[in-house]
Nanobody
């Protein structure tokens, strides 16, 4: 079983940047695909971005394309989400997830391990 812990969330002004980290333990995620999802108050959890096990393939929600970048450092057993040009509508709890299926996947049900979430708040 893989345990995931997110960090790096916080309060930032619109236009600012944050980098979220997702540290894995219990098992190597080298061969795992990964993803980030977010959930705003009163809304359902939504897909943000995903990455294949090698990092060669990625997918992004239209709302974050060009502003967010997902990456994976297999030597550190960690996945990252670099967020730039943040907007108030990016405010949400952000969750990382991984799947032993090494391909990237935009569906939450494809992921078997989830972190506890980290709050990102963007002020206008």
């Amino acid at each position: 079983q893989v345990q995931l812990v997110e960090s790096g969330g916080g309060l930032v002004q619109a236009g600012g940047s944050l980098r979220l980290s997702c540290a894995a333990s219990g098992r190597s995620i080298t061969n795992y695909g990964g993803g980030w999802f977010r959930q705003a108050p009163g809304k359902e959890r939504e897909f943000v971005t995903a990455i294949s096990w090698s990092g060669a393939l990625t997918a992004y929600a239209d709302s974050v394309k060009g502003r967010f970048t997902i990456s994976k450092d297999n030597t550190k057993n960690t996945m990252y989400l670099q967020m730039r040009s943040l907007r108030p509508e990016d405010t949400a709890v952000y969750y990382c997830a991984v799947s032993p299926n090494g391909s990237y996947n935009t569906q939450a049900k494809a992921y078997s391990s989830w972190g506890q979430g980290t709050q990102v708040t963007v002020s206008s």
